[in-house]
């Protein structure tokens, strides 16, 4: 602490930085001297100094694209995601601007809470002409329904955030309030993680507050409002999918908070209850966080048309079966067109002035509000009076004139849809950009609350988004290009709490049970299958790419011909291809081979498969380990990079790629055999992979062997090294290779990872521990798994490999058979455990 | 005093077992003025487990059930008894200048102006614009009181409009109606509400059940009555008074009111979701038997 005496007014690191001049810095106090809570900061970055600075800023962008942290700009207009940016440099907050934050944003969320409480009761806010009844019972997303939904005393707002800018003369206004499902949680502890690793020394230095309390908070909130089980309720995290553009944060929260991370179709009301659709059968909800708009949650009594909600959810609700957080209509509180009346609703319901003030704002729907917003239209911001950016907000300084008088036109003809708000002079914060460069940019906070008790508790953090451009973070708050950690001045030595759980609280001993949500299970079997079939592909792919590129030899056609058959029936290249004169297509492969395997119109492509690999792995990313997750997804990666040039991409960069395809499934295969606990989550994919396995093996071996090449050996050998059972047969039989070995090795041989018998045991294992196995009778699924797995036992090498007519009847006839049922065994699977409903339909209103 | 027994039956048939659905139902006759609902019994099949009755913000008695057994058929029937007495509505040119009902609500000064204020504003069907005042404003010179120029909007309507089933749906918004003079009692409601809001009058929404009577010399054809709809327009002191754009009448011991709400929206008499189910059909019969007269 005694170096915060230290005078820095020549700071090296920041010899360059220019606040701007008139707005505020958040750094710098005038005379460019730091303010005193961030000496300590300041000192410990100088003492880096900037090459250590660059090299935490690359760690730190490297660290977000590992972790595959993504954002999108617009969050409620689904623009495609892109890389979160992170700048290096925080901002700090001292311990008595947090002291004012704290007290005024509580004060605010209180209000709020009240507002909502007041609308969707007694109404005293419209009966004594506080509101204009205009922006309630004329507000679009005032649907009836919320009225006198939840009982009072039931809190409204479990999560709030406030949008906050700081004017030149330092003092702070509320841009906007967000009472939805605010978002930016999840980047915050993405944030302070990567901070906290990335800059470990000016972390410590700083002396700041953790993050951890609040989010212990919101789990005891949201544990508090359980209707039942308040000591363990089950809770879930009801997100909008992976297309949403809230979805990473949704996994992060998540798992963060321990919930079960659940989509409209995984939930559904039976018998008065909101239940989770599990493997183990049907378990009723308590609470659900929802990341879902308020009208979306129930297509029966609100929007009709949503995909995303539940049906029949608002009458649980309504019968106190089920809590949502926030409550159902807590979005109202954000309504734009509220801003102008909240300084007289705190008096009229807190009887207190409103501590943090709202910037100017102008609801057009009164006329003489609209009068001066026409006359000073040059100096605001124009934007939706009803819903938080259902369009962006314009600024018609920057319009060409005829798109002002369109505006105008519209301002006049329906005004009380609009809002006006004033513009402000944004404070600055050093940005990092890297070699010593550090400049001013405008910066945009976001500070979170939970729900207390009969209060509110403040963050002691937040997310800063800052841009160059002075306007940009006008139009949305997540307009800006780069992040920043905002740190809270600690009050004394930093506690160090963690969410997990209070370490003397004794817990109850568990096992994971069968309470995987079925399109999770259904999502791991899946990506289990493809996987396997990513692998298999390119297993023979690398064969093929060696022989086209080795060297020439007599026999080399033979085998040629049969390995491009073997590639026809797996799907990856044309049938056409391999039934061609060989001497015609040869000149080609080389050529055609990157285009068959880039063709994402083929749907079992290899390319297409890695894609259909990495979705999966997107879409249950919560219930695979992070290195897991990354291995595919870098895969995914990669792929995507390479196709940019297939024309250009020759057999070695080929035989590259699919070499590493192979390498990055071996690593997943070993985290998930070494790592991931033996529940559902890793039955159902190795279900996935051994199924998928079988199909493989019995279209190679079918493919290759049922006609015999002659000579025969090349073949064998490929078929060995493209099943990876080389090695065990050279250990076996050196160097001499013949059919019955080889059959008996990759069919009957259950010592043999790879041979059909090891798979079907496994099958039967995994079956037979579904949760609804082992009943008196056996289902379909067992059925068939224990008949497939008995006729491969049964089998004789011998047998399988007589020849008759050229042919090798009793092998083409086994394989048939596995070919054929190894789909109808994925689908009893399916049927028994993964299939649910489809989607609602509403009824054609007579 | 007219007694009536009315079955509403509607019926559902799938090509497919649908496993699961929930709905909510507004098909209880409501008490109004000159109406009185004294029985009401709802019959399901299959019969749920349980049904949950509640009113909704403007009253309206809604029922609600979910059935988790697979089906291929659902039938709802609602059997209610109403009483019916002859009202007196109020002499129109005794009501007050429609500005004055305006204006009064707009300000917020008329008494009631906090029930009667939600029937001013644009609802999910119903948005105001200017080619609905265009319509209106021969029906509404300044002055006028509000009951003569609201009934002289709904013969307007009557006179211009095309009665045609098949030209609308229950989704058609009032603009489209308007611009092609045609439609069905829906539409001619909606059209209505839509020139007296953006007039600033309050208007609601009123569905129910009309009573036909047979030509002379035929007998009434049972179930072959059908859900009805019309508006009601606010009178001030007089309070609302429900008019019939279809049949160009102020409602008197002819309309049974089920619900009312800001539009078809509010009082759709059955909502709901279902799963699976392939190809579905319809089939809806309402019967409105005159008990004793």
Not at chain 2, 134 to 143: I, L, M, R, T, W
Request: charged share 25%; glycine share 6%.
């Amino acid at each position: 602490m005694s170096e915060s005496l230290e005078l820095v007014t020549e700071a090296p690191l920041f010899a360059g930085y220019q606040p701007v001049d008139g707005v505020f810095d958040e750094l710098f106090a005038p005379l460019r001297e730091p303010h005193a809570h961030c000496r300590p900061l300041v000192n410990e970055l100088n003492r880096l100094g900037r090459e250590e600075l660059d090299q935490a800023s690359r760690r730190a962008a490297q660290l977000l694209r590992d972790n595959g942290v993504t954002f999108n700009a617009y969050d409620e207009h689904g623009e495609s995601s892109r890389p979160w940016q992170l700048d290096v440099l925080p901002t700090m907050l001292s311990r008595t601007e947090f002291q004012f934050l704290d007290t005024a944003l509580i004060q605010r969320a209180t209000l709020l809470e009240h507002v909502l409480v007041d609308l969707f009761g007694e109404q005293r806010l419209l009966s004594e002409k506080v509101l204009p009844p205009d922006i309630v019972f004329g507000h679009p997303g005032f649907h009836r329904a919320y009225h006198q939904l939840q009982p009072v005393g039931l809190r409204r707002l479990t999560v709030y955030a406030a949008d906050l800018a700081r004017s030149p003369d330092g003092r702070w206004w509320a841009t906007g309030d967000r009472t939805r499902a605010p978002s930016g949680l999840g980047f915050v502890l993405e944030n302070r993680i990567v901070m906290s690793r990335v800059l470990p020394g000016p972390f410590r230095a700083a002396g700041i507050r953790r993050l951890a309390p609040f989010f212990a908070q919101l789990r005891e909130s949201l544990r508090e409002s359980a209707p039942r089980f308040r000591d363990n309720p089950r809770i879930v995290l009801l997100s909008r999918g992976p297309d949403s553009a809230t979805y990473f944060e949704d996994v992060y929260l998540a798992r963060y908070l321990g919930y079960t991370l659940a989509e409209g179709g995984d939930l559904a009301v039976r018998e008065g209850r909101v239940m989770l659709k599990t493997l183990g059968g049907l378990l009723p909800i308590e609470v659900i966080l929802r990341r879902v708009s308020d009208d979306d949650c129930d297509p029966v009594e609100l929007n009709p048309a949503s995909l995303t909600g539940v049906s029949g959810l608002v009458d649980v609700v309504r019968n106190q079966n089920v809590v949502v957080a926030n409550s159902l209509g807590s979005r109202l509180a954000e309504t734009p067109a509220f801003v102008p009346f909240l300084r007289n609703a705190c008096r009229f319901l807190l009887d207190e002035d409103l501590k943090l003030p709202s910037i100017a704002t102008w609801w057009c729907g009164d006329p003489t509000a609209l009068s001066y917003v026409l006359d000073h239209l040059n100096e605001l911001i124009i934007q939706p009076a009803f819903f938080v950016h259902s369009t962006l907000p314009v600024d018609p300084s920057l319009m060409t004139n005829a798109a002002r008088e369109k505006l105008i036109g519209q301002l006049r003809a329906r005004p009380a849809d609009f809002v006006a708000q004033e513009r402000i002079a944004r404070s600055t914060v050093p940005v990092w950009l890297g070699e010593g460069r550090v400049e001013p940019w405008h910066a945009a906070f976001r500070m979170f609350l939970t729900a207390d008790g009969d209060s509110f508790q403040t963050l002691p953090g937040g997310l800063a988004r800052v841009s160059p451009d002075r306007y940009l973070l006008d139009r949305s708050m997540t307009a800006g290009q780069r992040a920043q950690d905002v740190w809270v001045e600690s009050d004394g030595p930093v506690e160090t709490v963690t969410l997990l759980r209070s370490p003397d609280t004794p817990l109850t001993l568990m096992r994971s049970g069968n309470d995987l949500p079925s399109r999770d299970a259904d999502n791991l079997f899946w990506l289990g299958r493809m996987i396997e079939r990513a692998d298999g592909a390119a297993r023979v792919f690398r064969v093929v790419l060696q022989r086209v590129s080795g060297s020439e030899d007599e026999t080399s056609e033979v085998y040629r011909g049969t390995l491009l058959r073997a590639l026809a029936a797996l799907g990856q290249i044309e049938p056409g291809f391999a039934v061609l004169g060989l001497q015609e297509s040869m000149p080609d492969l080389e050529h055609n081979l990157p285009q068959a395997v880039f063709n994402t119109q083929e749907s079992r492509s290899l390319k297409s498969t890695v894609q259909e690999v990495s979705r999966l792995a997107d879409s249950v990313r919560d219930r695979l380990s992070l290195d897991a997750w990354r291995t595919l997804s870098k895969l995914a990666a990669t792929w995507n990079l390479s196709g940019r040039r297939v024309s250009q991409l020759d057999s070695a960069g080929l035989s590259g790629l699919v070499q590493q395809t192979i390498n990055s499934v071996a690593l997943f295969g070993g985290l998930s055999n070494e790592s991931m606990t033996r529940t559902q989550v890793w039955r159902f994919l190795e279900l996935g992979r051994r199924i998928e396995r079988v199909w493989n093996t019995a279209t190679l071996l079918q493919s290759t062997l049922v006609t015999p090449a002659v000579p025969e050996q090349p073949v064998l050998e490929t078929l060995l090294e493209a099943c990876d059972s080389i090695l065990t047969y050279r250990t076996r039989y050196l160097a001499t290779l013949q059919a019955e070995p080889v059959v008996d090795l990759l069919v009957v041989d259950a010592t043999n990872p790879r041979s059909l018998l090891f798979q079907l045991e496994r099958i039967q294992e995994h079956v037979s521990h579904l949760p609804f196995a082992a009943q008196a009778v056996l289902g379909p699924d067992e059925r068939l798994a224990l008949s497939l797995h008995n006729a491969v036992q049964l089998a004789e090498p011998h047998e399988l490999c007589r020849i008759e007519l050229d042919e090798r009847p009793t092998l083409d006839r086994l394989m048939q058979r596995l070919i054929d049922q190894t789909p109808r065994l994925s689908e009893s699977i399916s049927q028994r455990y993964l299939i649910h409903a489809g989607l609602p339909r509403r009824f054609g209103e007579d | 005093m007219t007694k009536y027994r009315i079955v509403h039956s509607t019926s559902y048939q799938y090509s497919e077992p649908v496993p699961v659905c929930h709905n909510q139902l507004r098909l209880s006759p409501r008490d109004a003025t000159w109406t009185q609902c004294t029985s009401h019994r709802l019959m399901i099949r299959p019969s749920p487990e349980s049904i949950f009755r509640r009113k909704d913000w403007f009253g309206n008695l809604v029922e609600s059930f979910s059935l988790d057994e697979n089906h291929r058929k659902l039938t709802v029937t609602a059997t209610s008894r109403v009483t019916v007495n002859p009202q007196t509505v109020p002499q129109p040119d005794q009501t007050p200048a429609w500005g004055d009902i305006a204006t009064g609500v707009r300000e917020r000064t008329v008494d009631d102006w906090l029930s009667v204020c939600e029937f001013i504003f644009d609802s999910p069907v119903v948005t105001r614009g200017s080619v609905f005042q265009e319509f209106a404003s021969d029906c509404f010179p300044p002055g006028r009181p509000v009951l003569a120029g609201a009934i002289a909007l709904t013969s307007k309507i009557h006179r211009e409009f095309k009665y045609d089933a098949r030209a609308t749906t229950v989704t058609t918004r009032p603009e489209d109606a308007l611009a092609a003079r045609h439609g069905v009692c829906q539409d001619f409601a909606h059209v209505a509400i839509a020139c007296l809001r953006t007039l600033g009058i309050p208007a609601r929404y009123v569905s129910g059940y009309l009573r036909t009577i047979p030509p002379p010399g035929k007998t009434r054809l049972v179930g072959a009555d059908a859900s009805h709809a019309w508006l009601a327009v606010w009178g001030g002191a007089a309070g609302w008074i429900d008019l019939d754009p279809t049949n160009d009448c102020v409602c008197s011991i002819d309309h049974i009111p089920i619900a009312w709400g800001r539009d078809y929206s509010d009082v759709a008499p059955i909502r709901g979701v279902f799963i699976g189910g392939g190809q579905h059909t319809l089939s809806v019969s309402v019967d409105v038997e005159p008990l004793e007269t």
